[in-house]
């Protein structure tokens, strides 16, 4: 098993569904997910995709549980590969 982590810029665009705009993140947002080390990017993105979409909402939008009202663009979503 292997951590790779995601980061989701500062200033990255998004969809905000709670008002219908598009947004840009005030923060950099990081998370940390272990899987298979030959696991696809795709793969790795939609299992940490949720706990990003929760913080965003939480600091963004002031309430954590709208985390589904995120929309993020797997595009966005850098994948840091573990170092060696």
Sequence with gaps: MVNYKLHVPKNTLYYS??????RTTWF???????VEEDT???EIIKKGKKNLQVQIADNELFDPKLYFTIGLNNSDIEVILPQN
């Design 17 to 22: 569904d709670t008002d219908g705009t598009h």
């Design 28 to 34: 950099e947002y990081w998370t940390t997910v272990t």
């Design 40 to 42: 696809p990017c795709e």
